[in-house]
């Protein structure tokens, strides 16, 4: 794919009013000049005031268009590079090795590293068994955050300049936890608590632990986020002061003491490591919220979590994270709540020139529950709708980094690029191979692999909107 010409421009702009992009929450689930980025020296300005009106598009940092492809997931059998063979997982292991994402997004369960207080946060503790859901073949051996890391680093070796991690943590330990006020507070599960008052020093000790795994394992740079989705009720929770979705958002002002926390010591530990090594570069990354379509009783949307967020908190990023999902076949009555987001961040003018990520997105069934379409015109209708959101925040003034999630697929939540059993690949990975792998994110817009185009006699066919 080249640059758009006026008819592709036109026809991303319908797409912009007629994609869905849904929320993903699964249930139970750039110092760098190269990538868009902005290093955390550089981009600290410190609070200033909120405008009074939407500063709009005249006031958006210039730049070239840019994308870089990340992957959202701690597979450790999926991350090997292939010279490595693990059994079963072969597929999946080409797939990774031929998008050779710029950034991989790691998930910390503090509950699952740190379940007692009484123990220090341990990389090396087995959290699962790298099988499918419900013990689903293959599997790929037991995994920790030590062996996730592990392979990183072998991957970064295989493609040097890629596979830099984000560090995204979640799970509140019950000893760390506390239940929080508003809807149904006393529902929440342990892992969704907010912090407990007083508790900000475990929370930074746990940051500071995983800081220690990430460069035992040898990889010199990563980016670090606060917490997952801290806008969903499975993650954070509760959301809302009542039951009403026009009540008090409360989840905000918890994240914020995350995000001071983690601020902190991220300030501390990079001051701690010697004069211009890659540490200092590490990056704090805030938001990762999910894209809901509008408010609910135990919700909060995107735009309205940015603006309950104090620019002493906001402006504290080096870059911005939302989700958002596509589907071939939307269900109606959606709009785009990544745009909604989006705008929001523009509002702000201590955010001038901070990227945003969109650090989770895929197609197939993104919500709970969902049931993937396999027939051929469906998939081949995902890859192009993919293609065209990547090229679309291409062209983006904010956006310079998206993430597939996941690679292999969770039944619950169907969106990855090979089925749980990874039988197959389905070929929206060539988008992200093509948009990935050696080329550079400032490069111009690949051309769309020839496994997403349509049928000749258009049988079967689906096609995505736009």
């Known amino acids: 794919m080249s640059s758009p010409g006026p008819s592709r421009r036109r026809a991303l702009l319908v797409l912009a009013a007629l994609v869905v992009l849904v929320v993903g929450v699964a249930a139970g689930r750039l110092t760098a000049s190269d990538d868009g980025g ?40 999926a991350l090997t590079p292939p010279a490595t063979p693990v059994a079963g997982f072969g597929a999946a292991q080409a797939v990774t090795d031929r998008i050779a994402p710029r950034f991989v997004r790691v998930d910390v369960r503090w509950d699952l ?45 295989a493609h040097p300049g890629h596979f830099r991690p984000l560090i995204s943590f979640w799970g509140m330990p019950a000893w760390a936890g506390a239940a929080g006020e508003g809807c149904e507070a006393a529902k929440a599960r342990d892992g969704a608590r907010p912090l407990a008052p007083g508790r900000e020093p475990a929370y930074r000790a746990a940051v500071a632990a995983v800081w220690a795994a990430v460069r035992a394992a040898g990889i010199q740079g990563a980016d ?20 009403s979705s026009t009540a ?20 501390r ?3 701690a490591s010697p004069a ?7 990056r ?10 509008a408010p609910s009783r135990r919700a909060v949307p995107a735009d309205e979590f940015l603006r309950a967020l104090p620019d002493d908190v906001l402006c504290r990023a080096d870059v911005l994270s939302v989700h958002g999902y596509l589907e071939a076949q939307p269900r109606s009555g959606k709009g785009e709540p990544i745009a909604a987001g989006l705008r929001e961040l523009d509002r702000r003018p201590c955010l001038d020139g901070r990227p945003a990520w969109i650090t989770e997105t895929a197609v197939g069934a993104p919500r709970s529950g969902g049931d993937r379409d396999a027939a051929t015109g469906t998939l081949r209708a995902e890859c192009r709708l993919m293609d065209r959101q990547l090229d679309r925040w291409y062209h983006d003034p904010r956006v310079t980094a998206a993430f597939q999630y996941s690679v292999r697929e969770d039944p619950a939540f169907p969106t990855g690029l090979l089925p749980e059993d ?45």
């Open 38 to 77: 902005v290093g955390p020296s550089a981009a600290r300005t410190g609070p200033t005031p909120s405008p009074s009106a939407d500063r709009g598009d005249a006031t958006r940092a210039v730049r070239p268009p840019t994308l870089a492809v990340g992957l959202v997931t701690t597979d450790a059998g």
């Open 269 to 271: 530990l990079r001051a």
């Open 276 to 282: 211009g090594s890659p540490e200092r570069g590490d």
């Open 113 to 157: 590293l740190q379940p007692a207080e009484g123990a220090p946060l341990d990389p090396a503790r087995v959290i699962g068994d790298g099988c499918g859901r419900e013990g689903a073949q293959p599997c790929s051996g037991a995994i920790s955050l030590a062996r996730t890391l592990g392979a990183l680093k072998a991957a970064q070796a």
């Open 422 to 466: 990874l039988s197959r690949t389905f070929p929206v990975a060539d988008v992200w191979a093509a948009w990935g792998g050696s080329r550079e994110p400032g490069a111009a817009a690949p051309a769309l692999p020839e496994g997403c185009a349509q049928a000749s006699d258009g049988a079967g066919e689906q096609a995505p909107p736009g």
């Open 224 to 243: 670090w986020t606060p917490w997952n989705e801290p806008n969903a009720p499975y993650f954070l929770d509760p959301q809302r002061a009542s039951c």
């Open 248 to 267: 008090e958002a409360r989840s905000p002002a918890q994240f914020s003491r995350l995000v001071v926390a983690m601020d902190a010591e991220l300030d």
């Open 284 to 293: 704090l990354v805030v938001g990762e919220l999910a894209a809901w379509g």
